[in-house]
């Protein structure tokens, strides 16, 4: 006789929402690192290049405020410090309409 399977354990989703506080490093000019600390804003596209959309932090260098665009294909990584829950949508149900005869 067999053991009985092993349960799945269910893993939460990750989902990079705005709103969270992240760490990012992207790309920079001769072959170094850009860090970035901040709160992640969204997506933007510029002339057909998407990119992330980060509310720096202020730490150093970098001004407290000051929003960073990082084309995606910049991007090395991409570190979750604090995440922000989405706000779940809200479904309702579709309106009853009368039926033919009701």
């Known amino acids: 006789m067999s053991p009985p399977p092993a349960e799945k354990s269910k893993k939460a989703t990750v989902q990079l929402t705005a709103g969270s506080r992240i760490h990012l490093r992207s790309a920079g000019p001769d072959r170094t690192a850009i860090e970035s600390h901040g709160t992640f ?37 991409i570190d979750i410090v604090e995440a922000h829950l989405a706000e779940e949508e809200k479904r309702r149900d579709p309106p009853t309409s009368p039926g033919y005869f009701g």
């Open 41 to 77: 804003r969204g997506l933007v596209s510029i002339a057909g290049d998407n990119c992330l959309s980060v509310e720096l932090d202020g730490t150093p260098p970098d001004p407290k405020g000051r929003i960073r665009l990082v084309p995606l294909s910049a991007v090395l990584a």
